[in-house]
Each structure stands twice: as structure tokens, then as C-alpha cells.
């Protein structure tokens, strides 16, 4: 109470100069700090919160003094006070305190007291699938879920593919799965044990991981065929080509996917046109991906793009394309619907020798012409 009664009344006499026009030379030796709360409380999950610190003069240094804490963290930065806590597994309340001062003595310490809620007796929650399967990929990884429990706790697996790690401070497992470079996909039970004596609890998931056959990422990586009932080329960007039939050797019919970030994109190779190379997001929901039209895809002089068309105009769009594999193996494109128009092909288009444009391989949909889907079928 002391302590804060001198705190006040530093605050208030500085104001009291101030108003009566004192230079702030004349209150050099005078410093006040102000917190946005003198006190942080956390539930038992734990987390993190900020204190706001004010000073007067501005740029009057202060520091944080504390305990050593294993269930807390303070961590200063410019003009704040970031407290973090972990996981009380405990059932009893945790409570400690930090002071902020000054140097020079400008200002009283003001002591902040930090405290933590105690888990409920008896409580555990996790997010791991309990009494469920959790299905990792060929490629393995790792993979961390949260532990939550008011007794101890720990976590058992047989499996020599898979290696674990608790930190239980923070209420953390991870599992790491090394790469399946097996022909049999593997599977084992993770249990989660929670208690001791009679008391204790076994929590159990299933943990599976397929082959690298069986990857819908490398089921992606090859040639393969755009299909579709009709196609027409345009080298002016018209549609006077409509009944246009290329060959199927012609070489925009066929392409290659190979690898990029696993799991994250691919790349197509000679889409439509030789030499081009586009990135393509992977769509780890779906096992396809997602086109971006409307990018250059050989450098500044050619454009993937998309056509689009109306009963009385023929244009280009720049749109993301789904690719969704289907049941028959092949790859569906889920051309959108662009406002104003009927429906959309794709194509790829430059500009030639005397400075026209180009379009290649385009394909277009009307209403007035009924046709297939454009599909992508994969060469074996």
C-alpha cells in the first residue's frame, strides 16, 4: 500500500508541475511508470498475455525482476511485458510475482502477480484421435498432440518405426514416423496412460501409415493426355477454327507432372505449348491440384490462360482451375463459371513474328455444342 500510495503521489505531483508551466528539465529527477494491470491469470491450459508499461519521462529505462519459474516465462519488449504459462496439470492454484524498477530509483517498484488456475482432480483431454485411427503418409513425419491431465501421464508405443517424445511441462507428445520404404503398409496402437496404481487409465488410437504406392501426391508424378471432344486451334484469337481436329501426337496433348514441394506443389512440364513450366498448388483434400491461369508459364512473351464465351464474345480470364481425380482414374477439370459467359476452355497464348497474337490448343465448351468433359488421362 506504501508502495503505491508514493506511486500516486509522484504522478500527481508531476502533473502539478506540469500545469503550472514547469520546464520538464525541472522534473529530471522524478519518473513514474504506469501498467495496463497489476496482475495476469491464466486457466490451467496456460497461454500467453501482455502488460502495457508507460513511463514518464518517455524512454525512462526499466527492467523486470523474477523468480526462476518452470512454469512461466516473462520475456520484455519495447514497451510491454509478455508473460507466458504452460499447462497446469496440478489440482493446486500457482502463483508467483514479478517486479518492474528502475535503475536510478525514478520510480517505486511495482510488483505484478502472475497466477495460474489448477486443473480440475481427475481431468485429461487430448487431441490425439482417441479410439480412433490417425493415418499418416509414406513419407512419414512428425506429428504432436496435446496432452491435458491432472495425475501423470505417459505414452507407450511398440512399434520400432515410430519414436516418441513427451514434454510434459507443456503438455505435449510428438510421434515421428520414419519414411515407409516398405511394399506393406504398417499400423500400430499408441496408448496414452494416465494415472497411477488402480487408478490408472490407458487411452488408445490406432496409428497407420500407407506405401508410397498408395500416395496420392506421387500417383500425380507422369505423363499424361488432355482429352477432349473437340478442341480448335485460333492464330488470330477468333473463333473461326471451331471444327479444328489436331493429331493426337500433336504436342500440347501431351504433358509431364513431376515433383516440387512434396505435398505441397507439383510441376507441369510442355502444358500446351513445348518449353513451358507452370507450378501447381497440391490439393491434399482432394489428391489433385489447383491450376492458376492466367500466369506466364516460359517467360514474359507467353500467358496460360483461360476462354471464355458469350453468344457474342470470345476473351481471356485469369481463374485457379480445380484438377479432382475421379473413380476411373483419370483427372477432372472443374472449369469455373466466369459472370456474363456460357462456359470456359483453356489455352496458352503468345504473340508471333509481326506482333499478333497467338493462341494455341485452346479448347472451348458453348452451350450450342455440347461436349465431353476435359479430362487428364495418365500414360502407362
Same mark, same amino acid.
Not at 497461454?47 to 502495457?52: L, M
Not at 495460474?116 to 509414406?138: H, L
Not at 520404404?181 to 500400430?188: L, N, R, S
Given at each position: 500500500?506504501?508502495?503505491?500510495?508514493? *506511486?500516486?503521489?509522484?504522478?500527481?505531483?508531476?502533473?502539478?508541475?506540469?500545469?503550472?508551466?514547469?520546464?520538464?528539465?525541472?522534473?529530471?529527477?522524478?519518473?513514474?511508470?504506469?501498467?495496463?494491470?497489476?496482475?495476469?491469470?491464466?486457466?490451467?491450459?496456460?497461454?500467453?498475455?501482455?502488460?502495457?508499461?508507460?513511463?514518464?519521462?518517455?524512454?525512462?529505462?526499466?527492467? =523486470?525482476?523474477?523468480?526462476?519459474?518452470?512454469?512461466?516465462?516473462?520475456?520484455? @519488449?519495447?514497451?510491454? &511485458?509478455?508473460? %507466458?504459462?504452460?499447462?497446469?496439470?496440478?489440482?493446486?492454484?500457482?502463483?508467483?510475482?514479478?517486479?518492474?524498477?528502475?535503475?536510478?530509483?525514478?520510480?517505486?517498484?511495482?510488483?505484478?502477480?502472475?497466477?495460474?488456475? *489448477?486443473?480440475?482432480?481427475?481431468?485429461?483431454?487430448?487431441?490425439?484421435?482417441?479410439?480412433?485411427?490417425?493415418?499418416?503418409?509414406?513419407?512419414?513425419?512428425? !506429428?504432436?498432440?496435446?496432452?491435458?491431465?491432472?495425475?501423470?501421464?505417459?505414452?507407450?508405443?511398440?512399434?520400432?518405426?515410430? *519414436? !516418441?517424445?513427451?514434454?510434459?511441462?507443456?503438455?505435449?507428445?510428438?510421434?515421428?514416423?520414419?519414411?515407409?520404404?516398405?511394399? @506393406?503398409?504398417?499400423?500400430?496402437?499408441?496408448?496414452? !496412460?494416465?494415472?497411477?496404481?488402480?487408478?490408472?487409465?490407458?487411452?488408445?488410437?490406432?496409428?497407420?501409415?500407407?506405401?508410397?504406392?498408395?500416395?496420392?501426391?506421387?500417383?500425380?508424378?507422369?505423363?499424361?493426355?488432355?482429352?477432349?471432344?473437340?478442341?480448335?486451334?485460333? $492464330?488470330?484469337?477468333?473463333?473461326?477454327?471451331?471444327?479444328?481436329? $489436331?493429331?493426337?501426337?500433336?504436342?500440347?496433348?501431351?504433358?509431364?507432372?513431376?515433383? +516440387?514441394?512434396?505435398?505441397?506443389?507439383?510441376?507441369?512440364?510442355?502444358?500446351?505449348?513445348?518449353?513451358?513450366?507452370?507450378?501447381?498448388?497440391?490439393?491434399? @483434400?482432394?489428391?489433385?491440384?489447383?491450376?492458376?491461369?492466367?500466369?506466364? =508459364?516460359? +517467360?514474359?512473351? &507467353?500467358?496460360?490462360?483461360?476462354?471464355?464465351?458469350?453468344?457474342? @464474345?470470345?476473351?481471356?480470364?485469369?481463374?485457379?482451375?480445380?484438377? &479432382?481425380?475421379?473413380?476411373?482414374?483419370?483427372? *477432372?477439370?472443374?472449369?469455373?463459371?466466369?459472370?456474363?459467359?456460357?462456359?470456359?476452355?483453356?489455352?496458352?497464348?503468345?504473340?508471333?513474328?509481326?506482333?499478333?497474337?497467338?493462341?494455341?490448343?485452346?479448347?472451348?465448351?458453348? %452451350?450450342?455444342?455440347?461436349?465431353?468433359?476435359? &479430362?487428364?488421362?495418365?500414360?502407362?
Amino acid at each position: 500500500m506504501k508502495r503505491a500510495l508514493r *506511486a500516486l503521489f509522484a504522478m500527481v505531483l508531476i502533473s502539478a508541475l506540469v500545469l503550472n508551466g514547469c520546464d520538464t528539465n525541472d522534473v529530471s529527477d522524478l519518473g513514474a511508470v504506469r501498467l495496463s494491470s497489476n496482475s495476469v491469470v491464466f486457466d490451467c491450459f496456460g497461454g500467453s498475455k501482455t502488460i502495457e508499461v508507460e513511463t514518464y519521462p518517455q524512454g525512462v529505462d526499466w527492467a =523486470v525482476e523474477c523468480p526462476d519459474l518452470t512454469w512461466a516465462t516473462i520475456e520484455t @519488449q519495447e514497451g510491454k &511485458v509478455v508473460v %507466458t504459462t504452460q499447462a497446469n496439470a496440478s489440482t493446486s492454484t500457482r502463483t508467483s510475482a514479478f517486479t518492474i524498477s528502475n535503475s536510478n530509483a525514478l520510480f517505486e517498484p511495482i510488483e505484478v502477480e502472475i497466477l495460474q488456475e *489448477a486443473a480440475p482432480e481427475e481431468s485429461f483431454s487430448t487431441s490425439a484421435p482417441i479410439d480412433e485411427v490417425y493415418a499418416i503418409d509414406s513419407e512419414g513425419g512428425t !506429428i504432436t498432440f496435446t496432452v491435458i491431465a491432472s495425475t501423470e501421464w505417459d505414452v507407450e508405443c511398440a512399434a520400432e518405426w515410430v *519414436a !516418441i517424445e513427451c514434454d510434459k511441462s507443456s503438455g505435449r507428445m510428438s510421434l515421428t514416423v520414419e519414411k515407409n520404404e516398405t511394399e @506393406q503398409a504398417k499400423e500400430c496402437f499408441v496408448s496414452i !496412460i494416465v494415472g497411477e496404481g488402480e487408478r490408472t487409465e490407458r487411452h488408445n488410437f490406432l496409428l497407420t501409415q500407407d506405401i508410397r504406392a498408395n500416395n496420392p501426391y506421387y500417383k500425380l508424378v507422369g505423363n499424361w493426355e488432355i482429352t477432349a471432344t473437340k478442341w480448335f486451334y485460333s $492464330p488470330n484469337g477468333s473463333l473461326n477454327s471451331l471444327d479444328y481436329a $489436331p493429331n493426337p501426337t500433336d504436342y500440347y496433348l501431351i504433358f509431364a507432372i513431376e515433383e +516440387g514441394v512434396y505435398g505441397q506443389t507439383l510441376v507441369m512440364k510442355d502444358f500446351l505449348y513445348p518449353g513451358t513450366e507452370l507450378e501447381v498448388r497440391y490439393d491434399s @483434400q482432394t489428391g489433385g491440384f489447383v491450376i492458376p491461369f492466367g500466369w506466364s =508459364v516460359l +517467360g514474359y512473351d &507467353v500467358f496460360l490462360y483461360v476462354t471464355v464465351v458469350s453468344d457474342r @464474345q470470345f476473351s481471356y480470364a485469369s481463374v485457379e482451375v480445380d484438377v &479432382v481425380p475421379t473413380e476411373d482414374g483419370t483427372l *477432372a477439370l472443374e472449369m469455373p463459371t466466369v459472370a456474363g459467359f456460357n462456359h470456359v476452355g483453356f489455352g496458352l497464348w503468345t504473340y508471333n513474328d509481326n506482333g499478333a497474337k497467338v493462341a494455341f490448343g485452346s479448347t472451348y465448351r458453348p %452451350t450450342m455444342f455440347p461436349m465431353d468433359e476435359i &479430362v487428364l488421362r495418365k500414360q502407362f
